[in-house]
């Protein structure tokens, strides 16, 4: 019989040791065919199963070995998502991992990097296409996309109506009496401009703070200390605040009360959906038009 080499021996040796490491290393975990290691935290087998296309709501901490993942993503325990079930793009990567759960469910999954990411070179150069990322999910709800899109909407007019009993209240509490206009902007003049009228395409500056009901200020050009210009047009700025200069004239001063439709609507940035606003506005100046600066209430 051929005997084996002190380096043949001393290989054989090592790759039994690295075996050895990653049977303890994943000791307790059992694995797909895929590779995709796996540990049940919590079963409900009676639980909804998810289907291609359905809307997850899920709980989810991740780390990894060295936790080269929080060099991409913020290190984030018990974070609330809502993903969209699909087919899996690489063996053994997340989606395989969320189809595996019902809902109420909670497992431990253990990722490769490469299959997280995407093969072919899209794995971030911090990260080690073998490193090993870890995730703990828990669904917690299953809703069909035709059931999430009712739910949407079933928000959002609840949201709407709530603004619209908020501004009511307020403009009751205000003792406001003036009309609205036709798109609902309450224009309140407190200070007659005698200059030149604000119209559409000529340049306007104006100073202006900007308020929620609450009388919370969100933003405000007079605390800045620098006035606001731009172009009186179309989609220059919010459609009630512009609807509200036009009606202006120079050093005129007016509040203008907008309603969530004519301000930012379903919400964008600092703003939640479908709020109604107030903006304290006065009218410096109304001159021919030149290069716009950007706007902050785009």
Known sequence: MKKLSFVTLAIAAIVLVFAACGEKKFRGYKQTKTG????????????RQPQIG???SMTVSYHSDNDSIHLIFPKLEDHEITDVLRESDYDGDIYEAFSMLREGEEAEFVIRADSFFGMGGQVPPMVKPEDMLYFK???N?????????????????????????????????????????ESGLYYIETLKGKGAKAEEGKQVTV????????????????????????????????????????????????????????????GGGRFP????????????????????SESPLN
């Open 36 to 47: 995709l290691y796996y540990k049940y935290i919590e079963k409900n087998p009676n639980g």
């Open 54 to 56: 359905d809307i997850l």
């Open 137 to 139: 999910i828990k669904l």
């Open 141 to 181: 709800e299953v809703k069909t996309r035709e059931e999430y899109e009712q739910e949407m909407d079933e928000m959002i007019q609840q949201k709407k109506e709530e603004d619209e009993t908020a501004l009511a209240n307020y403009i009751a509490e205000q003792k406001i009496t003036v009309t609205p206009t």
């Open 207 to 266: 100073h202006y703070t900007g308020k929620f009901l609450d009388g919370t200020v969100f933003d405000s050009s007079v605390e800045r200390g620098v006035p606001y210009s731009f172009k009186l047009e179309k989609y220059a700025t919010i459609e009630g605040f512009s609807e509200g200069i036009l009606l202006m004239r120079e050093g005129g001063k007016a509040t203008l009360i907008l309603p969530s439709e004519i301000a930012y609507g379903d």
């Open 273 to 292: 959906p479908y709020v109604s606003l107030i903006f304290e506005v006065e009218l410096i100046k109304v001159s021919d038009p030149v290069k716009p």
